[in-house]
């Protein structure tokens, strides 16, 4: 029942910023989430998550994006700031661990050089 939704993406140039929204549907409480994303060609991976409080990055991302959750708020938050055309991808959230039936549509976000 619980559907997680995920918007903000869109198209920019190399440099640009997005900021990804991820919202619930149903009843979930946002303790581990994760952003995941998926290139053309690849599989999905965990581009960040938070867990108590606490961010973590993938290397490819670390100082760039920054994962947020709004207080009293099923949602969350994607921060990309000096978005690079590796970063284009079908973005999505879920928990961390990932759950099957959490997985949307994503969010594109592309990024031109």
């Known amino acids: 029942q619980v559907q997680l939704v995920e918007s903000g993406g869109g198209l920019v140039q190399a440099g640009g910023s997005l900021r990804l929204s991820c919202t619930a549907s149903g009843s979930i409480f946002f303790f581990n989430m994760g952003w995941y994303r998926q290139a053309p060609g690849k599989q999905r991976e965990l581009v960040a998550r938070?867990?108590?409080?606490?961010?973590y990055y993938a290397d490819s991302v670390k100082g760039r994006f920054t994962i947020s959750t709004e207080n009293g708020k099923n949602t969350l938050y994607l921060q990309m700031n000096r978005l690079k055309p590796e970063d284009t991808a079908v973005y999505y959230c879920?928990?961390?661990?990932?759950?099957?039936?959490?997985w949307g549509q994503g969010t594109q976000v592309t990024v031109s050089s």
């Open positions: 938070i867990s108590g409080g606490n961010a």
């Open positions: 879920n928990t961390f661990p990932a759950q099957s039936q959490y």
